[in-house]
């Protein structure tokens, strides 16, 4: 007995090595190199994962000048030499904040929103059985929030 518990021992702990010997492999380190434009030192945040070397578009563009960056339409949108894009359409903030909601949680539809003002908003969703409060802003999803499925959503709108 005791000589099959050790041997289930080590079998647990040879399994749980190789999964943990897996997932360093894509470890994101901040990057420690240092960077220079031109011959010069400039700072800008990246990261070093599995030999390559990751800037933010945007940190790039401040950094490197020429050309911006939006985001528009669930569209990256890079502009150079004063180019301007067109904007199609403009939602209020309100039907913003649901429609990024909804991209997030595919099959689940919103039950009521609520603005807490800076432009941001609670939005209540539910896929029949689950329950979220999502505190989101323009697009960036703040919070996630589940809620049991008999949770009846109230809130005091002079909050």
Known sequence: MKKQFITGFIAGALVCGAVGVGAAVYEA???TFPIQLNGENVTMEGYNINGYT???LRD???TVGGFSV???NNTIQLAK???VYEQTQTLDPEETAKETV???YPGWS???TQDIGGGSYY???TDGERNKRIEISGETIIEDLNMPSNTQIEYDMND
Do not use: W
């Open 54 to 56: 990751y800037f933010k």
């Open 102 to 104: 909804l991209r997030q």
């Open 110 to 112: 919103v039950e009521s």
């Open 123 to 125: 939005v209540f969703i």
């Open 29 to 31: 380190q901040t990057n």
């Open 81 to 83: 030499d004063g180019y």
């Open 70 to 72: 939006d985001f528009a």
């Open 60 to 62: 790039i563009a401040d």
